[in-house]
């Protein structure tokens, strides 16, 4: 597993290794770190890969570098290292490549004009930086590797999954949020059923929206919550929080719960109490005491 120093990557490698024997590879030393190292350093790739049976390929450069650094980084890095290590792999033998994505490579066809986007694997990507473009390439070269060597490889490609203002937080479970444990379960999954050929999955909250729900969703945010999700908005109104006049974009992740078997566990209701407990996975909303 690459970059389970993270955030995310340190809760998929706990989550994996209760069931599995668990390889982590980060720059950053780190608890869940056996390897400290770069990915593009093969003969580190060459320690770390032998008797692997499946690649969890985490470490990327995200939306927060673009601007800090090099273009070329984002292509040495979220790119060539990708291809690298799924290569490398095919070497030693391995069976699966699961390349942990993001649903911010869909750009602008998130958001269409005038109402929320419905967002599921057949939407077609327009990236807006660099960032985006780096994990489009990524997920087309294992598409290319896949078909070529005949390997399985699975894309989970994670919506919005962060630390930020409790409110915001609860109402992105509906629609464009997921909990990093549920990320970690969704790798699980994939895991276990190590489905042959290509496959790409939305990971994304369980939304109580469906695709006719999206222009009210855009124009009226408010009356389509307390309508599909009751208790949130009273949680709202007790807490003295404001629902969001819009919302712009769905993430519908009913493909990966079909085909892995998968069900997102944490909603709205463990961001409130991960709030309450004073967790530093949520952070306070402001000018609320």
């Known amino acids: 597993m690459t970059g389970s120093a993270g955030r995310v990557g340190r809760a998929i490698y706990i989550k994996l290794m209760q069931q599995h024997h668990v390889v982590g590879i980060d720059t950053a030393p780190c608890s869940t770190v056996d390897y400290v190292g770069d990915i593009r350093d093969m003969d580190l790739l060459t320690k770390a890969l032998d008797g692997v049976d499946v690649i969890v390929h985490v470490a990327a450069l995200h939306a927060p570098?673009?601007?800090?650094?090099?273009?070329s980084e984002f292509e040495s890095i979220n790119v060539n290292a990708t291809e690298l290590l799924a290569l490398e792999g095919l070497k030693h033998g391995i069976k699966h490549f699961i390349f942990t994505s993001t649903t911010a490579l869909y750009g602008h066809a998130s958001t269409p004009t005038g109402t929320a986007g419905w967002v599921n694997e057949q939407v077609k990507p327009q990236p807006k930086t660099v960032y985006h473009r780096s994990k489009i390439a990524a997920e087309q070269l294992l598409e290319n590797i896949s078909n070529l060597f005949n390997l399985p490889?699975?894309?989970?490609?994670m919506s919005r999954c962060f630390p930020e203002p409790a409110d915001l937080m609860a109402v992105y479970r509906l629609s464009r949020g997921?909990?990093?444990?549920?990320v970690a379960s969704a790798h699980a999954c994939a895991i276990d059923k190590r489905l042959p050929g290509f496959r790409r999955y939305i990971i994304s909250g369980q939304?109580?929206?469906n695709p006719s729900s999206c222009e009210r969703l855009y124009l009226d945010a408010p009356s389509m919550i307390r309508e599909f999700a009751p208790t949130l908005a009273q949680e709202f109104v007790?807490?003295?929080w404001h629902l969001p006049k819009s919302l712009d974009r769905v993430y519908d992740s009913t493909l990966a719960q079909t085909e892995l078997?998968?069900?997102p566990k944490y909603g709205f209701e463990a961001v409130l109490n991960m709030l309450d407990s004073e967790l530093p996975e949520v952070l306070p909303v402001r000018g609320v005491r």
């Open 153 to 157: 490889v699975t894309v989970l490609q």
């Open 65 to 71: 570098h673009v601007g800090l650094v090099q273009d």
């Open 261 to 263: 078997v998968w069900q």
């Open 178 to 182: 997921i909990d990093f444990r549920d």
């Open 238 to 240: 007790g807490r003295g």
């Open 207 to 209: 939304t109580p929206f």
